[in-house]
C-alpha cells in the first residue's frame, strides 16, 4: 500500500476538487549533463529527460512546501538542450509554469 499522497499532477491530470487556487509560478529545472556524442544519441536523450522530470518532481516538491501549498499542477512545459562546446556536455534544461493549490 502507498503512503505517499500525490502532489504534482502533469498537464490532463487534475488535482482534488477541494484544493484551493494560490497562483501560479514558474520552475526552472536542468539534467544531469552527458557526453555531447552522436554515439548513443537515443539513449543519452532518454537519460537526460528522465533525470530532467526527476529533478523537476523534486524541485516541484520542495516548492510545495516552501510556498505554503499542497498541490502542484504543471500546465505548460518547454524544454531545450543545452550544450558546453569546452567540456564536451549536453544537458536538457527545462522551464515549467504551474498553478500552486492550498
Known amino acids: 500500500m502507498n503512503t505517499q499522497t500525490k502532489t504534482v499532477y502533469w498537464h490532463r491530470e487534475l488535482p482534488p476538487l477541494e484544493a484551493d487556487v494560490i497562483g501560479e509560478h514558474t520552475l526552472e529545472a536542468s539534467s544531469d549533463r552527458v557526453p555531447d ?37 504543471v500546465l505548460n512545459e518547454s524544454v531545450d538542450t543545452k550544450h558546453d562546446p569546452i567540456t564536451g556536455e549536453a544537458w536538457l534544461h527545462g522551464q515549467f509554469t504551474y498553478m500552486l493549490y492550498g
Open 37 to 73: 556524442t552522436i554515439a548513443h544519441r537515443d539513449e543519452l536523450w532518454n537519460q537526460c529527460r528522465e533525470s530532467l522530470m526527476d529533478h523537476t518532481n523534486q524541485r516541484l516538491s520542495a516548492e510545495i512546501v516552501r510556498l505554503g501549498g499542497r498541490y502542484a499542477h
